[in-house]
């Protein structure tokens, strides 16, 4: 609790960026074509911008506390006992989303790519991987996802370009043949994504060094994950068309085995199971890592490597649970629709609240 | 306790191992058996489907050189019956010694019969297999597929993939037009459409000229003749059954409608002699499509062709000098409004929206649609199709005028 973490504002919104992205990109236009069809892209492009207020608030929220720790932060907005209570859901969001990423990606990475390594294999793996991370806490998770992403968004641009090559831009006509309530629909079921952009901005904005940039970078970040999702969105659907797209659970790995260019250009799913095993890691370590500090905020006397190695175990274990994708499905639906959309309405709330607590202090004074 | 270098170099492995493959699943090209083509044919009874799959076992130790070619590919067909499409492989497997292995899968052929029953059990059943690409072409044969198969080819080592690449090349022959799985399932999911359309493979006795494969003639060791395949048109569909076609010459009119060709040609009547001929070629064929609702349930769809003419043939003489391209331009443009009439005229008799009218009316005017679409078939047939060709003469080379044979 007394520990402080301060990482530069630029490290923070790379972050932010990288765990809004995740691995949403691989079912995000099949989430959404059922609901608005070929208006799925720019349906993207709204949720991102509706959210914005959210990662400003969560900004605000940041500057009103003490610098450099999480746990701090929170009793400071809320007091110490509520504080505990959501330190508590905080962390439980984290960590549910962190089994559930772990899982969907050893059971994804296992039906692609691997057939013949059992599942477990991959999962304690990948464990082993994100418990190393937080046994060194969040800097060298952040410098880690930094070095990481170095690799992965080359490895992004480069399907995205073989796929616009492939790409008919007539799939995504009509424009404008959304309705209002099926677009507010959409909206509602692809909201926890640009949350967990949100939560983590809330986590990290802080422990930052130069609070006065946070604001703007984690917004123009929390844009550009928007912007990419959007084009990914829209390239899927020109490929392989609203009807394919909506018939795959992960349309983007499709999309990929059908990228076929001049008989020449094939194969392009080699740069999509590397970017799926980079995207997992990086969407699992943040989750893992942030419901570990979280954890030793509500706990103190966890220390590491007890705290590492023991919520890596229950990880383990539950994330073993499912017997197949639609159950981690369920899952991750349980993280991010139950715990997950409650913190759109409780943000707002105690920004109100600090709000109202500073504005009496002053007039106190 | 380990070393930070120890644990960031095993953490490092761990993570780079799962770029490569397991140790224990491991498998050399050789023991593989790459299947490059399925055939679906219906099976001898109702619940059955007759899959045959054609393999490239690439030989141990083989290379090119003195005697290599077709008899150094070492293709397998086998033939199986099976309720279904794991059941089959499963069987073909069981013939097997190599594992099957179907990222190189190149087509997947229907059989007639088959076709004209419904495929869509059949790509159904193909939809999940995950090794087979959404972009691996479709075709129906115009008898078995097994015959398809089993086919030798004049150009390519496998059989089959000569007209593969004919299709793919689309753009410049426009021979047939290419559908791949991924537009067979988006063209039967749309309830009620008509639009899925797959090019006709058809057999013909193999004649070899060149001399450069074994053996020249055609024929097997014991005078098997040896079959290859050819485009023989398109097959149209009402859902998923075959119930009509269209000629090659039909083919690229609906290749360029839909906008899979982009070139095209023409042979036409010289406009300065009606004994000579002209054959243009069509480069950049550009096509667009405006719907008017001229009355109530009353649909007009025009369609606008804007196309370059390059001029490199002309029977009994022209001279552009004198005569100007406008004769030209007029003689093409009645040649694609005839072409381009009688195709839709074709299909509303048979009440096929092969170009998918629907999809460009649903685009265009989202709202119509909605109003259009539970009774779409039914108006389809009444539609007025306009036709408006737009050509221009942009390339005569550098020829000055085209010479007439003097007499």
């Known amino acids: 609790m007394k520990q402080k973490t301060l990482v530069h504002s630029l490290q923070a919104a790379l972050v932010i960026f990288a765990s809004t992205i995740g691995t949403v990109y691989f079912p995000l236009a099949a989430v959404l074509i059922p609901f608005v069809s070929t208006a799925s892209w720019y349906v993207v492009l709204i949720a991102f911008l509706l959210t914005t207020l959210w990662t400003l608030l969560s900004t605000w929220l940041a500057k009103q506390a003490p610098a450099g720790n999480f746990g701090v932060a929170v009793e400071t907005w809320l007091g110490p006992i509520l504080g505990k209570v959501f330190l508590l859901w905080f962390a439980a969001y984290w960590f549910l989303l962190s089994i559930g990423v772990l899982s969907e990606v050893s059971f994804v990475f296992h039906i692609v790519a691997l057939p013949a390594t059992p599942i477990g294999v991959l999962q304690v793996a990948f464990l082993f991987l994100v418990i190393y991370t937080d046994l060194y806490g969040i800097e060298t998770c952040i410098r880690n996802i930094q070095a990481l992403l170095m690799l992965a968004i080359p490895l992004m641009l480069s399907f995205l370009l073989t796929a616009f090559a492939a790409a008919r831009w007539t799939n995504l006509l009509p424009l404008l043949d959304a309705s209002l309530v099926d677009m507010v629909k959409a909206t509602y079921y692809i909201s926890p994504y640009p949350l967990a952009g949100i939560l983590t901005t809330l986590f990290l904005a802080v422990q930052v060094q130069d609070q006065e940039q946070i604001g703007i970078k984690s917004v123009l970040f929390h844009w550009l994950a928007g912007l990419l999702l959007a084009l990914i969105v829209a390239v899927t659907i020109a490929v392989l068309g609203c009807c394919v797209t909506e018939s795959y659970v992960y349309p983007t790995i499709p999309l990929a085995q059908s990228i076929n260019i001049g008989d020449t250009l094939v194969g392009v799913e080699i740069l999509v199971y590397p970017l799926w095993l980079l995207s997992g890691y990086i969407k699992s370590a943040i989750a893992f890592v942030i419901a570990s500090a979280t954890v030793a905020a509500l706990f103190p006397a966890f220390k590491q490597p007890w705290r590492a190695w023991g919520l890596g175990l229950i990880v383990l274990v539950v994330a073993m649970l499912p017997a197949n994708l639609r159950e981690v499905g369920r899952l991750l639906n349980i993280c991010n629709f139950h715990l997950g959309i409650p913190f759109y309405l409780v943000i707002p709330v105690i920004a109100i609240g600090v709000k109202l607590k500073k504005g009496r202090k002053q007039h106190a004074k | ?407």
């Open chain 2, 1 to 407: 306790m380990l070393s930070k270098i120890t644990c960031r170099l095993i953490a490092l492995l761990l993570l780079t191992s799962f770029c490569l493959v397991g140790c224990w699943d491991s498998e050399e090209i050789t023991s593989l058996a790459p299947v490059v083509a399925i055939g679906i044919d219906a099976g001898s009874e109702p619940n059955l489907m007759r899959i045959s799959a054609q393999m490239a076992l690439p030989a141990a130790g083989g290379g090119g050189g003195a005697g290599s070619g077709a008899a150094h590919t070492r293709l397998r067909v086998l033939t199986v019956e099976a309720k279904s499409l794991t059941q089959a492989f499963a069987l073909l497997q069981s013939r097997t010694r190599r594992r099957h292995f179907f990222l190189h899968l190149n087509h997947v052929v229907f059989g007639a019969q088959l076709a004209r029953h419904g495929l869509g059990r059949a790509t159904e059943a193909l939809q999940a297999w995950p090794q087979i690409r959404g972009s691996t072409l479709a075709f129906v044969s115009e008898e078995t597929a097994e015959q398809v198969l089993h086919a030798h080819s004049g150009i390519g080592q496998d059989p089959g993939s000569d007209i593969s690449h004919i299709i793919r090349s689309v753009s410049s022959a426009p021979l047939a037009r290419k559908m791949t799985l991924n537009d067979m399932i988006n063209a039967l999911s749309s309830p009620g459409s008509t639009t899925l359309t797959l090019p006709i493979l058809g057999l013909r006795p193999l004649a070899l000229t060149s001399g450069d494969e074994n053996p020249a003639a055609g024929v097997g060791i014991d005078g098997e003749q040896y079959m290859e395949v050819q485009p023989k048109g398109t097959a149209l569909f009402e859902r998923d059954r075959w119930v009509a076609e269209l000629s090659v010459r039909e083919t690229q009119t609906l290749a360029v409608l839909v906008g899979d060709a982009k070139r095209g040609m023409s042979t036409m009547v010289n406009p300065e002699n009606p004994e000579g001929k002209l054959a243009p070629q069509y480069e950049r064929i550009r096509v667009s499509y405006r719907v008017n609702e001229t009355a109530p349930g009353q649909l007009q769809v025009v369609t606008r062709l804007r196309v370059d003419i390059r001029l490199v043939e002309i029977h009994g003489g022209y001279d552009p000098q004198l005569s100007d391209t406008a004769p030209i331009e007029a003689t093409v443009k009645q040649d694609i409004t005839n072409r381009v009439s009688a195709l839709f005229q074709k299909l509303q008799a048979h009440g096929l929206d092969s170009v998918n009218i629907g999809q460009r009316i649903k685009q265009q005017k989202p709202k119509l649609w909605r109003q259009l679409e539970a009774d779409w078939l039914q108006i389809y047939p009444s539609v007025e199709f306009v036709v408006e060709a737009v050509p221009k003469v942009r390339t005569l080379g550098l020829i000055k005028n085209f010479y007439r044979l003097g007499e």
